[in-house]
């Protein structure tokens, strides 16, 4: 019964995931929160969104801007492997509260007048801040996503862009969590098929769907989730820390 809720929580997520570019991945490691520790759903939860990435930008491969991906990626497994180096270490609560106030002050640029597109630079940067605090709070997609949609690419072209950028991430992630904080996946193989097969189930049931969502509608959604999702974990570090 367990692994059936799992399995459908996972798909569920990955449908999210999918048709907005984010939350599903918070709401998958919710669930494998449920079922195991946080040294073991932190790095299962990477191969429930290396699968769901990787597939989102083979579908969608014309439309991913390279280039933005190339200096994302370039800071990713150095910073991974550091954080799974001090994993033990860390407090997550406090990563939490950092990660959410991340989120709130990346929004800003889309209240004020600026819709100036990122620089190759500050995805340089933001691969390597994204890579190391990944590896403490799983899902780090509400923070990147402004920095993706201020790209200004049509919906195809930032989600594939994103996902491309994430599925290398994830591979950084197992890498380190593998050699690093020597996690044994082999011990985890059947949980990871599970995850696998429950995430691909999810993106496949996304692409009819997502071709019902409009644009307007579409940024509406990220928007919404973006706030709903940076207040939850911003307030989740709060009363870890004052419990």
């Known amino acids: 019964m367990e692994s059936i809720l799992l399995f459908i929580l996972v798909t569920l997520g990955s449908l999210v995931s999918s048709l907005t570019g984010l939350a599903g991945g918070t709401l998958i490691l919710a ?8 040294a073991l759903a932190l790095p299962l939860h990477s191969f429930t969104q290396l699968s769901s990435n990787a597939l989102r930008s083979g579908l969608f491969f014309k439309h991913v ?3 933005t991906v190339f200096y994302y990626f370039l800071l990713m497994i150095p910073s991974t492997w550091l954080g799974a180096m001090i994993f033990h270490l860390i407090n997550p609560s406090w990563l939490k509260i950092l990660v959410g106030l991340l989120i709130l ?3 800003l640029p ?10 190759s630079w500050i995805f340089f940067w933001l691969g390597g801040v994204s890579g190391f605090l990944s590896v403490f709070v799983g899902a780090v997609g509400p923070l990147v996503t402004p920095f993706f949609n201020r790209l200004n690419l049509p919906r195809q072209g930032m989600l594939s862009t994103k996902s491309a950028g994430q599925a290398l991430l994830q591979l950084s992630k197992i890498f380190a969590f593998w050699g690093a904080a020597e996690v044994n996946f082999d011990l985890l193989k059947e949980n990871i098929l599970l995850l696998i097969i429950g995430t691909l189930l999810g993106v496949g ?3 009819p769907l997502s071709k019902k969502i409009t644009d307007k509608n579409f940024n509406l959604i990220v928007n919404i ?6 207040l939850k974990v911003l307030s989740e570090g709060i009363l870890e820390l004052l419990k």
């Open 110 to 119: 889309w209240k004020l007048k600026t819709q100036k597109a990122p620089t």
């Open 31 to 38: 669930g494998l929160l449920l079922f195991f520790s946080p």
């Open 205 to 207: 049931i996304s692409i």
């Open 105 to 107: 002050i990346s929004l």
């Open 225 to 230: 989730l973006l706030v709903a999702i940076s």
């Open 65 to 67: 801007d390279w280039k």
